[in-house]
T-cell receptor
Framework: AQSVTQPDIHITVSEGASLELRCNYS??????LFWYVQSPGQGLQLLLK??????LVQGIKGFEAEFKRSQSSFNLRKPSVHWSDAAEYFC??????????FGTGTRLKVLA | DTGVSQNPRHKITKRGQNVTFRCDPI?????LYWYRQTLGQGPEFLTY????????KSRLLSDRFSAERPKGSFSTLEIQRTEQGDSAMYLC??????????????FGPGTRLTVL
């Protein structure tokens, strides 16, 4: 069965520092992969998505993610974090059908 | 495009009461989804509609839960005889007819249910 693992429950970084959030997936074929962000009181907002093509995907708000089949990973990165990036981040997958499978999320705290 | 809307945003109820939530998808989105998100977890799929037809229900959706989409537009999710374990954020999402290989779903802000 498909699954997504986000090993880090909480991450704290200083403003201006670089960020990497980890995501590992379990799926036989090439999965559809997504990163969403959820701010308090807000719905889920799509940051970026991947299915095929270039393994480095650019998203909104300066985020990028790299698909690595050999490591079954789809880690999210940002070179310089802003205080407004503090939120919860979810990695998700789907087989291309309607059902999303989400990881448990990583809560990001940004220190001034 | 006003986005997916959900009402109410917050609901506090006593154990044993019935509650109903509403989701209005983005106009012309014929597919609609309900997810449940408990504290410290990612959203979990509950059910899926294509137009007015409910095509799948998760095993998480016990017989106390019922969802409808009578005219293929807005949807309601009702929980009967609420239990404390039903306390969660209930998220609704929608997307247009197939054409997008990613099947990107657009999420509403959610309804947070607290059962006392």
């Amino acid at each position: 069965a498909q699954s997504v693992t986000q090993p880090d429950i909480h991450i704290t970084v200083s403003e201006g520092a670089s960020l990497e959030l980890r995501c590992n997936y379990s799926y036989g074929a090439t999965p559809y992969l997504f990163w969403y962000v959820q701010s308090p009181g807000q719905g889920l907002q799509l940051l970026l998505k991947y299915f095929s093509g270039d393994t480095l995907v650019q998203g909104i708000k300066g985020f990028e993610a790299e698909f690595k089949r050999s490591q079954s990973s789809f880690n999210l990165r940002k070179p310089s974090v802003h205080w407004s990036d503090a939120a919860e981040y979810f990695c998700a997958t789907t087989s291309g059908t309607y059902k999303y499978i989400f990881g448990t999320g990583t809560r990001l705290k940004v220190l001034a | 495009d006003t986005g997916v809307s959900q009402n109410p945003r917050h609901k506090i109820t006593k154990r044993g009461q019935n509650v109903t939530f509403r989701c209005d998808p983005i106009s012309e989105h014929n597919r609609l989804y309900w997810y449940r998100q408990t504290l410290g977890q990612g959203p979990e799929f509950l059910t899926y509609f294509q137009n007015e037809a409910q095509l799948e229900k998760s095993r998480l959706l016990s017989d106390r839960f019922s969802a409808e989409r009578p005219k293929g537009s807005f949807s309601t999710l009702e929980i009967q005889r609420t239990e404390q374990g039903d306390s969660a954020m209930y998220l609704c999402a929608s997307n247009p007819p197939t054409g997008d290989p990613y099947n990107e779903q657009f999420f509403g802000p959610g309804t947070r249910l607290t059962v006392l």
